[in-house]
């Protein structure tokens, strides 16, 4: 039985501990990330999600603990399992003196891509990643953009089955991230890659990922989907565009909740969704009206929930 | 694909990279050939006083040879040091113990050699290992020359006047007792002026010339430069006039001049039977030995025959006693004496007015020549040595100082360090390609990503090898070039360069692995790179005399990769050694490249350190 999920599981680790020396930088780790899925792993800077993505491409051997990838052992299957996953740091690594075409080559000879469907693996990279009128150019002539689509694609010409990318959106402009954000869902929804993402971003990977999990100082704090994930934490109420003389009887309304107040109106601390839809339709019913309401759950308060006992 | 064949694609992109990347192409390919170029000109033209180092020598002396001691009065006489051994071993042995630089073997058979006077060289050792003892003395023993004929020609002069005329003067002296005692008064009187005559024989223009190449002589031996003296030295010990003074001390000669005098000359104004012509040029006749032209000399011959029949009467006259046959005996003695004496006088004549117009030359040479000068002439005259042939002379000794590295004097200081330049430039490309590419490579991340894509360390390190082959190919063609073109070094052998080159340069990328795994930044990587290639500089020695450094660097040098190497590429420059005789420099180097490389790979780290 126990094969059989592992079959179906893409990454299966189980107390997993990574020791440096003295330093513990994963404590007990147990994941399971499903073929075709994207799973994050969110954590702050030394959370751990180098390592761990480390570990999962066997560039570092666990102190303990038992990790599949694709069904293979990462240490031992090493060169094999290289064949069939995407490691995407979180540096953007392409020769810049060479053509994003000529970086793909390189790479894709590296990767043993046979020399007969190298050519059209490249071709079919370049068009897919939007690079072909562009694609003799050195690759210090691209934008930041640019660059990193040859990075994701220097690292899938081998056609992998699984893709790790390291600290995804770290350091990228709103456009910039985006894209990658774009390009991601695209690999995952057209080629039916799994992806495993590391973000230091919560709001990011609440975005993008099927299912996360939250690292915090080696140690899994949190993980499943989103909502999983943040119904843990209390929720926010946004209502804005409140005529003046309602303001008054908001307050007096959804006392005693904590009301903070925010840009073009306030926010009210809820404990639950349905707790907020309740009070919609309390303020719908003493007639106060406001131009929009919404709802949401702030990654930060969640992170801070999640790591609250980690941090004391 | 062949995992074999990921090295190639590793050299070949990082080739591609080197073409497109002006930085890197000057830091391995350009920086260097410029720091080679600097340096070889500045060595090549302004440190060849290294080579007048005062240099101790110790000279072999076989069985007390007189040879030897001149060579040792030699060495004194030129800032340099000699010491005396009996055996070849002592002297090896103070070679190795670095008491003597040099060692000059006098061979047994020198003796011999001078006595033949034919070109021979006395054997040269020396260490090949360090730049200042190569500056050994080549010792030649020259046959004499055409100059240094020039130069000995006064010699010939003073021992005519003072070998030859006073034994004359004393002959004739004694023909003057006899004719005092019972010949006629023209006789006598005839006797007189030929005695006042040879008396004068030139004998004033012999003086002064004698006097003005003293002269000169004393002032080279007061003013010269040791060179000089040592020259002047060897012409007064070892010039001998040996025809001359076989001439002075050969009794039938002197014989043949009483029997000419006292028999022949008297009649000769009146000889019967003679050509009219001839008769004419007797009639100019003098008894001046020394002025009797060589024409002259071969009439007399002619007429001597014609003498018979007065002679035997004279003799007759003369020892009434003696029997007609002893007479004849004697007359048939006095004419063939006397006939000898007319073959040396036309063949001395020959020679003593050849030798005058050389004397003359000499003396206006001398007259004019600039002391400071003279040095450099002689040096140029005597590069000339061998092209002449004078047997009449003996050989002088000949001792001149050149640089003699690896025992040929083609070879000069700038052909010495070459090729520990090449080995530098080798180093140096080799070295700071490695440590830059692969630390630039580890900050940028593509070593990680190299890695995750199944290359093995192995594997990227012989991708490295491959292009440090190729960098040291095209530093190699370079240095090559700018050696032939700019510095006009002779390479002995250029495939086996090529071949020791590009073996070496293989050594040199363990060397650089290991900087890279200690380096975190492209900065300390440069750093420590120039760092390690100025240290080796200093301490292999390859660029400047090695036993200015103290010992304890000396020691250091034989730990350093580069002095092998710099020895084996002087293996295929220099010498044209066979792999063989080549074979322990190639065992160090590989052994170091071997064990650098190993403990590189194995240090070798794909991700930044923190």
């Not at chain 1, 995407?86 to 043993?112: C, H, K, M």
């Amino acid at each position: 039985m126990a094969e059989a999920q592992e079959s179906e599981a893409a990454v299966s680790v189980v107390d997993l501990t990574v020791n440096f020396g003295k330093v513990q930088a994963l404590s007990n780790i147990n994941l399971e990330i499903k073929k075709g899925e994207i799973f994050g792993i969110v954590g702050t800077n030394g959370a751990g999600k180098s390592t761990l993505i480390d570990v999962l491409s066997g560039m570092v051997k666990p102190s303990s603990g038992r990790i599949r990838v694709l069904g293979l052992d990462p240490i031992r299957q090493a060169a094999r399992l290289r064949r069939i996953i995407g490691v995407i740091p979180q540096e953007t690594s392409v020769e810049e003196r060479l053509s994003a075409e000529e970086n793909l080559r390189y790479f894709g000879r590296l990767l043993d891509v046979p020399s007969g469907t190298l050519g059209e693996q490249v071709d079919r990279l370049i068009r897919f990643m939007g690079l072909l009128e562009r694609k003799d150019d050195p690759v210090e002539t691209y934008s930041v953009g640019m660059k990193k689509k040859v990075h994701f694609a220097c690292s899938i010409v081998h056609s992998p089955q699984l893709i790790m990318v390291d600290e995804v959106t770290a350091g990228f402009d709103p456009r910039t991230k985006r894209d990658v954000e774009k390009l991601i869902l695209k690999m995952n929804r057209e080629q039916g890659l799994t992806c495993l993402l590391t973000t230091h971003d919560l709001l990011d990977a609440s975005r993008l990922c099927d299912r996360l999990a939250v690292l915090h100082r080696g140690r899994v704090v949190s993980q499943g989907t989103w909502g999983a994930i943040s119904s843990a934490c209390r929720a926010r109420l946004i209502v804005r565009g409140i005529p003046k003389v309602d303001e008054g009887r908001l307050t007096a309304l959804v006392s005693p909740r904590k009301i903070l107040p925010t840009l073009g109106g306030v926010q009210i601390e809820v404990d639950s969704r349905s707790e907020a839809f309740s009070l919609v339709g309390l303020l719908e019913a003493k007639g106060i009206q406001a131009s929009s309401i919404s709802f949401e759950v702030p990654p930060d308060e969640v992170f801070d929930v999640l790591t609250e006992d980690e941090g004391a | 694909m062949s995992a074999g064949r990921k090295p190639i694609w590793i050299a070949l992109t990082d080739a591609r990279k080197i073409a497109r990347e002006r930085r890197t192409i000057l830091l391995t390919i350009v920086l260097p050939v410029i720091v080679v170029i600097v340096v070889g000109v500045t060595f090549s033209l302004g440190y060849q006083q290294f080579e007048k180092r005062e240099l101790v020598i110790g000279v072999v002396k076989h069985r007390n040879s007189t040879y030897a001691q001149m060579i040792v009065d030699g060495i004194e006489q030129q800032n340099a040091t000699a010491i005396v051994y009996e055996t070849v071993e002592d002297a090896r042995k103070d070679l190795v113990a670095e008491k003597i630089d040099s060692i000059i073997e006098v061979d047994p058979w020198i003796t011999e050699k001078m006595r033949e006077f034919k070109r021979s060289w006395i054997r040269i050792h020396a260490d090949e290992t360090r730049p200042l003892l190569t500056a050994a003395i080549e010792v030649t023993m020259l046959q004499a020359k055409e100059e240094v004929v020039d130069e000995l020609a006064w010699t010939y002069v003073k021992s005519l006047k003072e070998g030859i005329i006073p034994r004359l003067v004393e002959a004739l002296t004694s023909i003057e007792a006899m004719l005092e005692q019972g010949r006629s008064g023209q006789e006598t009187r005839d006797a007189l002026d030929l005695l006042a005559k040879i008396e004068s024989v030139d004998d004033d223009a012999i003086s002064s010339m004698v006097a003005a190449t003293e002269t000169g002589l004393r002032e080279i031996m007061a003013n010269g430069t040791p060179a000089q003296k040592m020259l002047v030295s060897m012409i007064n010990q070892s010039a001998v006039v040996g025809t001359l003074r076989g001439l002075s001390d050969s009794k039938p000669l002197l014989d043949s001049c009483y029997h000419f005098l006292r028999y022949a000359y008297p009649h000769l104004g009146d000889v019967g039977g003679l050509p009219l012509q001839m008769a004419a040029d007797l009639s100019g006749f003098t008894s001046n030995l020394s002025e009797i032209t060589p024409e002259q000399a071969a009439i007399i011959k002619l007429a001597l025959p014609l003498l018979r029949d007065r002679l035997i009467q004279t003799l007759s006259s003369e020892s009434p006693d003696k029997t007609p046959e002893e007479i004849g005996s004697i007359a048939e003695t006095v004419l063939s004496s006397a006939s000898s004496l007319m073959d040396v006088v036309i063949s001395r004549q020959l020679e003593i007015v050849n030798m005058s117009r050389r004397v003359e030359a000499v003396r206006m040479r001398l007259e004019s020549v600039d002391l400071a000068e003279l040095g450099r002439e002689g040096k140029s005259l005597l590069e000339r040595v061998g092209e002449m042939e004078k047997a009449f002379l003996t050989s002088p000794l000949y001792l001149t100082e050149m640089p003699l590295y690896f025992g040929s004097e083609r070879k000069r200081y700038v052909d010495y360090i070459s090729p520990g330049i090449f080995a530098f430039g080798i180093l140096f490309s080799v070295l700071v390609y490695t440590v830059l590419s692969v630390v630039r490579d580890r900050e940028k991340g593509i070593l990680r990503r190299i890695f995750v894509c199944n290359v093995g360390r192995w594997t990227y390190v012989g991708g490295k090898c491959l292009v440090c082959l190729g960098i040291a190919a095209v530093q190699i063609i370079i240095l090559t070039a700018c050696a032939v073109l700019l510095f006009d070094i002779y390479i002995v052998n250029v495939p086996k360069t090529f071949f020791f080159g590009l073996y070496a340069s293989v050594g040199f990328v363990g060397l650089g692995l290991l900087v890279s795994s200690v380096s975190k930044t492209e900065l300390e990587a440069l750093t420590a790179s120039f760092g390690l290639c100025f240290i080796m500089l200093i301490i292999s020695g390859i660029f400047y005399p090695f036993e200015l450094s103290p010992s304890i660097v000396r020691q250091a040098s034989r730990y350093v990769p580069i002095t092998y190497v710099a020895d084996l590429l002087k293996a295929g420059m220099i010498k044209d050694a066979t792999l063989g005789e080549a074979l322990g420099n190639l065992i160090s180097v590989g052994a170091y490249g071997g064990v650098t490389l190993v403990m590189g790979t194995l240090g070798f780290r794909w991700r930044k350190k923190g």
